[in-house]
């Protein structure tokens, strides 16, 4: 299995800022993807994070609010942009080589 | 988009006997269905996967079951243990969509010791 890391684990964000999200794998994955988890609620794809791509986005979200990259194999940003409160949420990331998907254990995001 | 859903929010359970968590799914061509389980402040945890191709899956004290004929997927967990107090959620994939993982609304399980 792969262990998934994410930086931060909990931010507190003035509303207009940015965040980025931090995700690191131990090993290669294929594929990486960015879920947001609002408060008692499933997760929610946002999008597949690309190697050396832009990232491929579900309906509802856009790379100008979730810019995301993947420079390589084990490693994936997300950046949330120019937060609202509504941006309020759990981010995680997921990655997966074979046929089972890991999560990270999160990032837990307040805006102000 | 796929949707993945449950028929029960809520699950309260005594301590030692069986549990049965419900899901249904309504994308015909999902090919790969799997269980997880999410503890407060954690990432969701892989339990057990099954794929369209088989009706019926045993790991270690949970059994998931597929009907594809109604859309309907479960997991049974034997002897449940506080420990396994938590959120399940079901999700399902298709091939055909960069294999990305489509996640159910999710059940809270509560174990009454």
């Known amino acids: 299995s792969a262990v998934i890391s994410q930086k931060p684990s909990r931010d507190i964000c003035q509303r207009g800022t940015s965040l980025t999200i931090q995700c690191q794998v131990d090993s290669q994955v294929t594929m990486m993807f960015w879920y947001r988890q609002q408060p008692g609620q499933s997760l929610t794809l946002i999008a597949t994070?690309?190697?050396?791509?832009?990232?491929?986005?579900e309906s509802g979200f856009v790379i100008d609010k979730f810019p995301i990259s993947r420079p390589n194999l084990t490693f994936s940003t997300l950046t949330v942009s120019n937060m609202s409160p509504e941006d309020s949420s759990i981010y995680l990331c997921s990655g997966r080589g074979g046929p089972e998907a890991f999560f990270g254990q999160g990032t837990r995001l307040t805006v102000v | 988009g796929e949707s993945v859903g449950l028929h029960l929010p809520t699950l309260s359970v005594q301590e030692g006997d069986n549990s049965i968590i419900n899901c249904a799914y309504s994308?015909?061509?999902?090919?790969?269905f799997i269980w997880y389980k999410q503890e407060s402040g954690k990432g969701p945890q892989f339990i057990i996967d099954i794929r369209s191709n088989m009706d019926k899956r045993q790991g270690q004290r949970v059994t998931v079951l597929l009907n594809k004929t109604v859309k309907h997927l479960s997991l049974q967990i034997a002897a449940t243990q506080p420990g396994d107090s938590a959120v399940y959620f079901c999700?399902?994939?298709?091939?055909?969509?960069?294999?990305?993982?489509?996640f159910g609304p999710g059940t809270s399980l509560s174990v009454i010791p």
């Open positions: 994070a690309n190697q050396g791509s832009e990232a491929t986005y």
């Open positions: 994308n015909s061509a999902s090919d790969y």
């Open positions: 999700a399902d994939r298709m091939k055909t969509s960069y294999d990305k993982v489509i």
